[in-house]
């Protein structure tokens, strides 16, 4: 039986003034378990606060109820001041009668009534309460960023700098990502490569950063602060260590055909290469679907021209283990195909580009050296129609996205505006639906287009592309000038939508992070937590969370670092007490709660009982990661036998609340 | 008519106990008269030759008794397509190890209820036979009266919904198929009816509940290590006397514990010696979940999430959900 | 109020601690009235309440059983006002089917910085169950007439 004292301030009037506190007081003093009852002007300060420490000495307390405002205001209050009177914090509940019943009622016997009734429920409450420590968990000192763009190089930046090792996987042979790609930046046109190879360096050199280029996460498993991941070190045939980079055996290798994915498939490049110049870490990889040493046998060139003696066509796929305390997803995104919209003719025209392709067009280290050839003919484009929203804001989803790509509308700016200040003799042609340019200098940068530029800006959508001769049929709708447009082109530019990479859905299955219907990985909130998933220890950055440009993902992926410093600075993580917890005696192991269970905090082992006829049994039962449940319950309730209950808000608490109320 | 024999499965048995597939057979044994059906467990074909039964009077679903089978080997069980949901849905809830049952899926043309036939009969029924689509009813006053067998099927017989076998290592006999069945018809009427009467019709059926929990200890799904309403943590344990809580929530609670997870294999209200249409309160249940959330059948699959385990951001407002319940206000 | 003039319903509210809960405190702090009736349960989201705590209430002699939660989509813990969705409407809708009415149980939406709602929720809610008169029909359910 608890010994529960009770303890009702007046708040000077704010509660007096409704409710007869001395009457609270002496109603709840006979309530089954309640030893101590007070009432006292104001229970928070430090008179009130020292006279609950003299009640639970001098009457061997072991629960207090203090009817006062809400615990919003003062539980973390009056459980400090418990803890200091040697109770456990969580003896403490609080009867609300301040916001919820003082301040909402007018008559006095009215408020009183119910001051008591909120009084019986919370007295009720301590009854059932049992003491509740915080379970403690060692932290790792070493956060894994999962993808090397700039998103995952700025986040590894900013943790490494901090001076917390970082790894970062990349699934390519070098670092850079998308960004890597692009020719200028908007609003400000600098160069991408300007901007992003010195972090590119910065990261390759950081002593605090490891990064392992190739390489894929294949599992992850534990929890926040002590995650072990393992890492596939993808076989390149080239030794890291002794790969120097210098790129002889990639102008040597007689296979010339591969398509060169840097660039979009629009040149080739060897069986063995560097993906570009400035690429980190500056190691070269054989492709083995090329190589024709690996696939016959017979070749060995670049072997004989390495002075390094680094290419090994033996090398396997390796395996590594590491710990982590955070994981930060940054896995990007990519133009969706283009396969579902043969409308604009991208199958049947190598004139129909993509916009990441035209800026791989215009890039100085691109396929034509920075100069705008049409990719069929080699001839300078004359007329240049860009196509907006492909693949976004489609509704129905069936062929496209229905979500708004967001950075379409200033790359597709820029490229227009880029072609005619280089090419002024070009006509340039934008479709749209609508332009959408919130964002600082963002606006400005467009009506310079359009005004300065001279760049066609027409409402309205592309319905067809048609090939003819060595022309491109635009037919469109003028959606302002209320009619069809027929338009002669020699190079149509689709702004395709830009999607999740497809490594995102195998990711957040083995980070137990949950995603939405699109494959953008979901916040834990999204107003108040945008970098953070609702898997504890596994952070968000840049596009694969939702569509973003290059300063917004900046910025998220510099948030993002400092969620994980401020994780990784901690020794140990200090959980929320109020977890759920199941006995083991009563799961069934029906799954229903970790289905359920925002978090991934519920996993399955396979335990052997004594059971009640003295025979031992093996069963399948839910286990609680009391470092990763966030005690909201749902579980509780998913559970049919009642296995699954929550500490600080057991069934049994709740109901006793109810039959007090109800009485 | 059942097409397939007892004899046929005495055989299929005896053939799987001799080659050393299974070392046990969950079948259905007869009683003091030919319809008073237990289930049990056969360790022999001669044990089986004794005492086993197949005839229309075998409803026993043997699905549950998977969860507490224990022995070195495999289990027999024989399956008709409605049992074979639950099955599933055991498997889809771990409740029990796939590779320690052999399932032998057979058709099944429907279970006859006695109740009806001794409604109909009267005193003194000492056996049922089946001619073709004739039920032969041996009485001790009567002589036998032939009764037409279609009019003297379960319930839930009359209103199948699948002769289709959802999960079997062997099947015997054809296959048939998914049913376009009736059975919201009842739910329908009952949510046509005032809310006043709706009570009264509640009440009425419920009052009548002695609280043998049968319908818990029956149900595939009602299969919990331990019964919220026999746990002291819960806060509703207690008995009947002392707390009309349990009592009087029973039923209510324990539909809602099974929603989304009953397959509606009409158990609880085959074994209430009370004859509460207890299967009323499962389907409106399904049926809701069908309105609400889209077509679902409990156990159709292994793995499937159940409604009340998933969620959409646009799922109806419970406001509204009451309304499209079909019940009258 | 023509009906049961005098009759004082019992309601119990379950309001989520983030959202619902702080609604109900901001009513407080801006002075708006609603009945006292209302006595609110606290529970860190709205999927802890499970429906034995509703039909608990009811036979216990509640009249009204409210649960309130944050908005679909601003959930604290992301998804659990989704599950308390599925969950309260077939529950409502089996309350209802069993002769219940409808208008003593509710789920209502109240984010942190609608206390007004709040408060207007909770009048209307009490009005509603006031007019339905004193609850009987659940603590009578198994007991014959």
């Keep these: 039986m608890q010994r529960i004292g009770v303890f009702v301030c007046w708040c000077g009037t704010n509660i007096a003034g409704t409710v007869d506190v001395v009457k609270v007081a002496q109603t709840l003093a006979n309530e089954p378990g309640v030893v101590f009852s007070a009432d006292y002007q104001y229970m928070c300060s430090q008179a009130g606060q020292d006279m609950i420490k003299e009640a639970v000495k001098k009457h061997k307390l072991t629960g207090l109820v203090i009817c006062s405002c809400s615990p919003r205001m003062h539980e973390a209050t009056f459980r400090k001041t418990a ?52 379970g403690e968990s060692p932290v790792t000192k070493r956060a894994l960023v999962i993808g090397g763009g700039i998103a995952g190089i700025q986040t590894a930046l900013d943790i490494a700098d901090a001076g917390f090792p970082v790894d970062i996987v990349e699934k390519l042979p070098t670092i850079g990502g998308k960004m890597a790609q692009l020719d200028k930046t908007f609003p400000t046109l600098d160069c991408a490569a300007c901007i992003l190879t010195p972090k590119m360096v910065d990261a390759g050199q950081h002593e605090k950063i490891r990064i392992f280029s190739y390489s894929e996460v294949t599992d992850i498993g534990g929890f926040v602060g002590n995650f072990h991941v393992t890492i596939k070190k993808k076989a390149r045939y080239v030794r890291e260590d002794l790969c120097t980079g210098c790129g002889l055996c990639t102008e040597k290798c007689p296979q010339k055909k591969v398509p060169n994915e840097f660039n979009l498939g629009m040149d080739t490049r060897r069986a063995i290469y560097i993906p570009f110049a400035q690429a980190v870490p500056k190691i070269a990889a054989i492709d083995e679907d ?95 129609v860009f196509v907006q929203c ?88 003028d959606l302002l000038a209320g009619k069809q447009m027929k338009i002669d082109a020699d190079l149509v530019v689709l702004a395709a939508a830009i999607e999740p990479d497809k490594s995102a859905r195998p990711l957040a299955t083995l980070l137990t992070a949950s995603m939405d219907t699109n494959d953008f990985f979901t916040e834990a909130h999204p107003k108040l937590r945008p970098v953070e998933s609702p898997t504890a220890g596994v952070f968000l950055s840049g596009t694969c969370q939702g569509p973003k440009d290059i300063p917004e993902t900046v910025s998220q992926a510099g948030a993002a670092a400092s969620k994980v410093i401020g994780l990784l600075a901690k020794d140990k993580l200090m959980g929320n007490p109020c977890v759920a917890h199941s006995d083991e005696m009563m799961c069934n192991g029906c799954s229903s709660c970790e289905k359920v269970c925002p978090y991934g905090a519920i996993t399955y082992a396979d335990k052997e009982y004594r059971m009640p006829d003295r025979t031992t049994k093996v069963r399948r039962v839910a286990v609680v990661n009391e470092a990763v449940c966030q005690g909201c319950g749902c579980c509780t309730v998913a559970c049919p036998s009642g296995a699954m209950d929550l500490k600080g808000f057991a069934s049994a608490q709740i109901m006793a609340e109810v039959d007090a109320i109800c009485k | 008519m059942q097409t397939v024999t007892k004899e046929m499965l005495i055989a299929k048995a005896a053939e799987l106990l001799d080659n050393g597939s299974v070392t046990r057979v969950f079948g259905w044994q007869k009683g003091e008269f030919d319809y008073d059906v237990t289930p049990a467990l056969f360790h022999s074909a001669a044990e089986m030759e004794k005492d086993f039964v197949w005839n ?55 279970m006859a209820d006695i109740r009806l036939i ?3 009969a009267g005193e003194g029924v000492t056996g049922v036979d089946t001619e073709g689509d004739e039920l032969v009813v041996h009485t001790l006053y009567d002589g036998d009266i032939r009764l037409n067998r279609g009019d003297f099927l379960a319930e839930r017989c009359k209103v199948c919904k699948s ?118 309160l499962n389907r409106k249940f399904i049926k809701d979940i069908d309105t609400f959330y889209g077509e679902y059948q409990a156990g159709a699959e292994v793995g499937s999430r159940a409604p009340l385990v998933d969620y959409t951001e646009g799922d109806i407002e419970p406001s509204k959900a009451v309304e499209r319940g079909g019940a009258n206000a | 109020m023509q009906v049961n003039e005098g009759f004082k319903p019992t309601i119990v509210a379950f309001c ?37 705590f509703i039909l608990r209430a009811f036979q216990r002699g509640a009249d009204g059983v409210i649960i309130c939660g944050c908005h679909p989509g601003d959930c604290h813990y992301t998804s659990g006002n989704y599950y308390t969705r599925r969950r309260m409407s077939l529950l409502f809708s089996m309350l209802d089917y069993l002769g219940i009415e409808r208008e003593r149980t509710r789920l209502e939406w109240v984010s942190a910085a609608e206390g007004a709602k709040f408060a207007a929720t909770m009048n209307d809610f009490v009005e509603q169950v006031t007019k339905l008169g004193e609850n009987k029909r659940l603590e009578d359910l198994r007991c014959k007439q």
């Design chain 1, 290 to 384: 090329y190589c024709t040493m690996l696939k016959t046998g017979k070749c060995g060139v670049c072997a004989k021209v390495c002075t390094a003696g680094a290419i090994d066509y033996k090398q396997q796929d390796e395996y590594i283990t590491v710990d982590y305390g955070a994981i930060v997803a940054a896995t990007g995104y990519n133009p969706i195909s283009m396969d579902k919209f043969d409308e604009f003719a991208y199958s049947q025209s190598k004139d129909v580009i993509t916009s990441l392709e035209f800026e791989r067009l215009t890039n100085a280290a691109g396929p034509t050296a920075g100069k705008l050839l049409r990719p069929s003919d080699g001839k300078h484009p004359h007329t240049i």
């Design chain 3, 16 to 52: 989520c601690n983030w959202c619902s809960y702080a609604g109900a405190d901001l009513a407080g702090n801006n002075r708006l009235n609603y009945p006292a009736e209302v006595k609110i349960i606290r529970v860190p989201c709205s999927c802890r309440v499970n429906p034995m």
């Design chain 2, 56 to 110: 229309d009077f075998c409803g026993a679903n043997f699905s549950k008794y998977l969860i507490k089978d224990k022995g070195e080997g495999k289990v027999l069980v024989f399956l008709k397509p409605c049992d074979t949901y639950s099955f599933n849905q055991l498997l889809t809830e771990h409740r029990f190890d796939r590779e320690k049952v052999y399932a032998v899926g057979i058709p099944c043309d429907g």
């Design chain 2, 118 to 120: 001794k409604e109909e």
């Design chain 1, 83 to 134: 803890a200091a009177a040697g109770l456990n914090p969580y003896m403490v509940e609080i009867a609300n009668i301040r916001e919820q019943c003082s301040w909402v009622h007018k008559e006095m016997p009215i408020g009183t009534e119910k001051a008591i009734i909120l009084g019986k429920a919370a007295v009720a409450k301590v009854n059932l309460n049992a003491p509740l420590t915080p």
């Design chain 2, 163 to 280: 002769k289709k076998h959802v999960a079997y290592d062997e099947l015997m006999g054809d296959d048939g198929e998914i049913a376009d069945s009736a059975r919201f018809d009842e739910v329908a009427k009952l949510e046509a009816m005032s809310a006043d009467e709706r009570f009264a019709f509640w009440q009425n059926e419920l009052s009548r509940c002695i609280r043998c929990n049968a319908c818990r200890d029956v149900c595939p799904a009602c299969s919990c290590e331990k019964c919220v309403f026999g746990n002291p943590k819960s806060g509703v344990e207690n008995k009947a006397a002392s707390d009309s809580f349990e009592e009087k929530m029973f039923h209510i609670i324990r539909a809602f514990h099974v929603a989304g997870r009953c397959t509606d294999c009409g158990e609880c209200s085959r074994v209430c010696p009370q004859h509460i249409p207890l299967h009323l």
């Design chain 1, 390 to 477: 492909v693949g976004s804001r489609c509704s129905g989803a069936d062929k496209g996205k229905e979500y708004c790509s967001k950075i379409c509308c200033m790359y597709t700016a820029k490229h227009a505006m880029l072609t005619r200040d280089k090419y002024p003799d070009t006509d340039v042609y934008v479709f749209y639906i609508d332009v959408r340019t919130p964002g600082k200098n963002f606006d400005e940068f467009y009506r310079r287009a359009v005004e300065e530029y001279g760049v066609h800006y027409i409402k309205g959508m592309v319905g067809k592309v048609t090939p003819d001769g060595d022309k491109l049929v635009v037919q469109a709708s």
